[in-house]
């Protein structure tokens, strides 16, 4: 419970009582240093294992980390983790529109598409869009159930690399639907029926209004599953295509060194979740700005503010940091 201090703001206490003998003692947290000298322990132990353990290889990680084949099979990983994210994305908020729509038939087409997706694994999904040419042998253009006006072979249509894309981006798709759906359903109710008292279009309130608001929702999420994605490309080394993780196998294939080529996946791997991470960052605090009263900093402005905090506190003025 608040109580209301009712002496004058220039009141002290008088002179001779015990106030005079207080004396302030500093908070203690004994926990805190333990915990923090015993992960301090536990970190040099693993830098130190890491420097001093010859069979790490450093050298041959610094000598392939660059190495031209390895460099197009991390382009190859971007460039399929950026296509199927666009697809699956894309995709994703049709199916999550049509989940949440008035139809009985496209809320069960929708339904239906994430139960199957969702359902199958990756792998299998991959090996089946690579093996479609046994089912299809070739693809037409024209009126349904009526005469094709084009015709194309679908093993000249779909490569090792349009299956890796169909099936990430057709996986992808039942997961980021989902997504869209529950950012949808986290914008409030008030929104919906206020764009509606003013006579928005439907299609209107749902790109300009609510979409907005649910970026607050979807974007972390889905940052998630595109870092999932740049890992998830390794799975199609079944099909032999030339990403990072394949290409690292048929070079440690080659010369037995398996550790080192492991680390450099690794390592180009933890490089673009970083990447990722950062342009999260700054989605996010665009997406924020009409929730919150302060944007919070960027870790730049973190730095600088920490510096000048330090700086303060030995004499330093705080504009030096600029």
Do not use: C
């Not at 002290?12 to 301090?40: C, K, M, N, Q, S």
């Not at 779909?158 to 529950?182: N, P, T």
């Amino acid at each position: 419970m608040t109580t209301l201090d009712t002496r004058p703001a220039s009141a002290a206490p008088p002179a001779g009582t015990p106030f005079d003998e207080l004396r302030v003692v500093p908070a203690r947290h004994p926990g805190r240093w333990v915990a923090t000298a015993v992960v301090a322990v536990l970190l040099a132990m693993v830098v130190n294992s890491l420097v001093t353990n010859p069979r790490w290889e450093w050298g041959v990680v610094g000598a392939y980390l660059t190495e031209e084949s390895i460099v197009r099979g991390v382009l190859t990983t971007v460039q399929l983790t950026a296509i199927t994210a666009v697809v699956g994305f894309a995709l994703g908020t049709v199916l999550a529109l049509m989940r949440l729509s008035r139809s009985p038939l496209l809320q069960a087409v929708s339904w239906g598409y994430t139960w199957v997706f969702r359902s199958v694994p990756l792998i299998l999904q991959l090996l089946l869009w690579y093996n479609l040419a046994y089912l299809y042998q070739h693809l037409d253009l024209g009126i349904p159930f009526g005469p094709s006006f084009a015709s194309v072979e679908t093993l000249s249509l779909i490569d090792k690399f349009g299956a890796a894309v169909l099936g990430l981006g057709l996986h992808q798709a039942a997961y980021s639907a989902e997504i869209v759906r529950a950012g949808i359903l986290s914008v409030d109710q008030g929104q919906h029926e206020a764009a509606a008292s003013l006579g928005i279009p439907r299609r209107r309130q749902t790109t300009r209004i609510v979409l907005p608001q649910a970026m607050r929702t979807i974007v972390p999420t889905a940052v998630n599953e595109v870092i999932g994605l740049f890992k998830g490309t390794s799975i199609v080394y079944v099909l032999a295509l030339g990403e990072l993780f394949y290409t690292v196998s048929v070079i440690y294939g080659r010369t037995q060194r398996v550790l080192p080529m492991l680390v450099v996946a690794a390592i180009w791997y933890v490089v673009l979740t970083t990447v990722v991470t950062v342009v999260q960052y700054h989605v996010e605090r665009y997406y924020s700005r009409g929730a919150v009263r302060t944007l919070p900093p960027t870790p730049l402005q973190r730095v600088r503010s920490e510096l000048g905090s330090v700086l303060s506190r030995f004499g330093a003025p705080r504009g030096a940091t600029r």
